[in-house]
Every structure is written in structure tokens, then in C-alpha cells.
């Protein structure tokens, strides 16, 4: 009887295994191996102990048959900046993973990079070691972590000066006092956690230059996000800031890149000025302003969600050799590049801006919004400029291309200097304190409207 039996299971496993389709059986051929969606897994410079962004590994088996791989691991072990996750599991090694013929595993990579207190970049480097049926194979994984200074929730030393030895990180709000002036060194780069400010209570001054501009932006370092607008909370100014200049500084991918509020003085000092400066890439407005005091000269402002530049509640707004242009190619927008009103929220004060030899233009039918409330006192003039615009009326508007398409060389790219046959070429009035244009060619006897000279 037990005889019989043994006869039965031994017949009964046989059975079952033959059963087992051509893909669940295992094999054990030595020719057998793995493939891999990447051979090396690269990521963009990182900041040390700032975590990476997720990258995917696919792991195939080409065969018919089932693989059974012995071990997955990663060659450093704990000793890897690396971590990777498998079925939902995050370790450092894992063994007897089967994966049937034709099928797939993932793998989900990230990198979390120690200090080094090193100002260059510096390559961190480990790979994922796979053996199957006797065979070693690996992946590759690259990285390059970048050392920063790390600024959280914060307020600045007066009278501070940052350099360009390192980045500044800032993940959080971080304040500059009353009375106290934050200086910023050509080259130097500010890099913004998600929703991170840089509120100015005091004085801000960049002092980037042709060559070395000063950049803020975000903190994800991966060109996935190069362009991606909304990834930090942008620069506030507060109502006691004062004498504020930004100069050769690029602002870019914030909500709201420039906030300005109430500074009520009875002069038309500006309490900031923007020169050789690009701001672009914002969810909201570039530039909100609150019955202030603004100068901008030689720069660049573009592709926002809602306003390029919103001044409510009056205020005094100069824009010399300016180029402000929007487009609809990255998203839909629903508000015209420019905003200007004399009374928003019961503030009310007089509104004066002027555009001198600049360029507003966008893909809207009217690009500039007017409130005005009929008793504050409000102008609004355009001398020597393009503006698309059909509620300025030309009583306003003075040796002026009005309404002309300016022929910007590529605006779908974000190029926007000027096509050879441009109406804004050589058809500006020369201002003898602005002799060179945004990124340094010098303007001629005659030059171009915009921030760029052809």
C-alpha cells in the first residue's frame, strides 16, 4: 500500500509539472541571460543630502523559459549612496527572484548623496549586480552630487554677502532683516526647495554680471524639471524694503517670481530695480506689485501663467529697452502680459508707467489690462515701443510700430531677439545710459526696441 502511494505522488508531481506552461518552467541554462532597459542609469547633478528623483529600471527575460535570478544586489552594499526598491521592497539585496519567460521586473533607483564639503561637483558611482544560472551582469549607476549651503526657515546675519564657492539651498522661508542688506555675488547660485521664499524685509542686491549671471531657481537639479514653472514660492519684498537691485540674475520656474508690496513714500525712487535680468517660467504673475516704486531696464520677461506684470493699487513703473512677451505653448493662459490699475482691494493711489523703446507682445488679441477709477490720477505711456494693444489708444502712444508683430526670431522656442526684417530694429530712441543691451552687444546711434540689439 505505501509502495502504492509513493507510486501515486511521484506521478501526481510529474503530472503536474508537465503541466506547467513553457514559461513558468525555470531553466538552468548557463546561455540563458537578463536584459536591461538602460545599461547605465545616469542622473543630473544632485545636492548632497537632498534626495534624487525616482529613476526606473526594467529588468527582461527574452527567454521562453522561466529565469530564476540567485541575487540582486548592490555592489557597494552600505557602504552605497544608492537604494533600490523591488516589489515594493527598499533594500540592498534580495535572492531567488523568478521571472517568468517574456516577462519583466522593475526596479526603482534614487540616490541620497553625503557631503563632501567639496565646491565642484563630484561623481558617486555603485552598480546593481544581477547572477543567473552562473552569469554576473550589472547595471551602472552614475551620479554627480554638488555640496551647498543649506538655509531652513531662517533669517540672514546682517549685512551678509553670499559668494559663489557653493550653492545656497533654501528649504524654506528665509528672511532678510529690517535694516540689513543681503549682497549676492556674480555666479552665484540660490536654489529653491518647493514652496521656499526669500522674503526681503530689508535690502537685496545682486551683482551678477555679463558672464557670470546669479541664477535663482529650484532645487531639483533633473532637466525633466528645467522649464517646469511653480516649483518655489518666488521673492517677496515687504513693505520696509528698500533700495533693492537685481542685476544680471536670472529668475526662473517660481510661482510668483517677484512680489512687491506697499511702500507708501511720495517719491518715484524705485524700491527695486531689474537690469540685464531674465525672469520667466512662473504659475502665477512674474512680477505683482502694490502701489511701489519699479525700474526696469534691459530685461527680459516671459512665459507666465497668469499676468508677465501686475501692478494694482497705483504706483510708479518704468521699463527702458524691456521685452515682455507670452505665449500660450506651454499651457493656456487666460490673462494679457501686463495689468494696470489705480485701486485694487479699497488701496487706491495715483498710477503712472512708461515704456520707452520695449516690446509687449504676445499671442492674445489685447496684452495690457487698464483700471482705472477715474478719480486717482492714472497714465499710461509708450514712447518708441511695440505694444499689442487695442485699449491704449494712440493719444498715448508715440513714434511707436503699434501693434506691429516684432518678428521675434523663434518665440515657441523662447528665442526673443529679432528676424533680420523685425519693424523693431533700428527704429528706438538711443538713451545715452543704456548703451549696451541684455546680454552685452552695444546699441547703436539708432537701436532696436527690446532688450536685445540685432
Known amino acids: 500500500m505505501k ?4 507510486l501515486i505522488s511521484i506521478f501526481l508531481s510529474l503530472f503536474f509539472f508537465s503541466c506547467k506552461r513553457k514559461s513558468e518552467k525555470i531553466t538552468h541554462d548557463p546561455q540563458a541571460k537578463l536584459s536591461f532597459s538602460q545599461s547605465v542609469l545616469v542622473f543630473d547633478t544632485i545636492f548632497s543630502s537632498v534626495g534624487s528623483i525616482t ?3 526594467w529588468v527582461y527575460n527574452d527567454n521562453s523559459h522561466a529565469l530564476k535570478i540567485s541575487n540582486i544586489r548592490l555592489a557597494r552594499l552600505y557602504n552605497s549612496s544608492y537604494t533600490i526598491t523591488i516589489n515594493g521592497q527598499e533594500e540592498l539585496e534580495t535572492s531567488d527572484y523568478e521571472i517568468f519567460g517574456k516577462d519583466s521586473l522593475l526596479i526603482l533607483v534614487k540616490v541620497l548623496i553625503n557631503p563632501k564639503n567639496l565646491s565642484l561637483p563630484y ?11 552562473g552569469n554576473i551582469q550589472d547595471v551602472d549607476l552614475i551620479a554627480y552630487g554638488q555640496d551647498a549651503n543649506f538655509y531652513t526657515n531662517t533669517t540672514v546675519a546682517c549685512n551678509t554677502t553670499w559668494t559663489n564657492i557653493k550653492p545656497y539651498v533654501l528649504s524654506g522661508n528665509v528672511t532678510v532683516p529690517i535694516g540689513c542688506t543681503l549682497t549676492i555675488d556674480k555666479g552665484t547660485r540660490v536654489r529653491f526647495h518647493q514652496g521656499a521664499k526669500l522674503i526681503v524685509e530689508g535690502t537685496l542686491i545682486t551683482q551678477g554680471a555679463k558672464d557670470s549671471i546669479v541664477t535663482f531657481r529650484h532645487d531639483n537639479l533633473s532637466s525633466y524639471y528645467n522649464d517646469v514653472p511653480g516649483q518655489w514660492g518666488g521673492i517677496l519684498f515687504k513693505s520696509t524694503s528698500t533700495n533693492n537691485i537685481i542685476s544680471y540674475t536670472e529668475i526662473k520656474n517660481a510661482t510668483s517670481g517677484i512680489t512687491m508690496k506697499e511702500v507708501v513714500d511720495g517719491d518715484t525712487i524705485p524700491e527695486l530695480i531689474l537690469e540685464n535680468s531674465v525672469l520667466k517660467n512662473c504659475s502665477k504673475n512674474g512680477i505683482t506689485t502694490t502701489a511701489t516704486d519699479f525700474y ?9 501663467v497668469d499676468y508677465v506684470f501686475n501692478a494694482s493699487s497705483g504706483g510708479n513703473y518704468y521699463f527702458d529697452f524691456c521685452t515682455l512677451a507670452n505665449y500660450s505653448y506651454d499651457f493656456f493662459r487666460d490673462s494679457s502680459i501686463a495689468r494696470f490699475s489705480n485701486q485694487d482691494a479699497g488701496l487706491s493711489n495715483p498710477l503712472l508707467t512708461r515704456f520707452r523703446t520695449s516690446i509687449l507682445w504676445g499671442d492674445k488679441t489685447d496684452e495690457v489690462v487698464l483700471n482705472d477709477n477715474g478719480t486717482s490720477g492714472f497714465t499710461v505711456t509708450a514712447n518708441y515701443s511695440i505694444v499689442k494693444s487695442n485699449s491704449l489708444g494712440t493719444t498715448i502712444i508715440s513714434n511707436n510700430s503699434f501693434n506691429q508683430d516684432p518678428l521675434f526670431t523663434n518665440e515657441s522656442n523662447k528665442n526673443f531677439t ?3 526684417s523685425s519693424p523693431a530694429i533700428n527704429t528706438g530712441i538711443a538713451l545715452p545710459s543704456i548703451p549696451l543691451d541684455l546680454i552685452g552687444f552695444t546699441r547703436d546711434a539708432n537701436p532696436d526696441k527690446g532688450c536685445y540689439e540685432k
Do not use: E, M
Not at 509502495?3 to 509513493?6: A, E, G
Not at 561623481?123 to 544560472?133: G, R
Not at 526696469?296 to 507666465?304: F, Q, W
Open 296 to 304: 526696469a531696464v534691459n530685461s527680459l520677461l516671459d512665459n507666465c
Open 3 to 6: 509502495y502504492f502511494v509513493y
Open 55 to 57: 529613476q526606473r529600471l
Open 418 to 420: 529679432l528676424q533680420t
Open 123 to 133: 561623481l558617486v558611482s555603485d552598480s546593481i549586480v544581477f547572477t543567473t544560472n
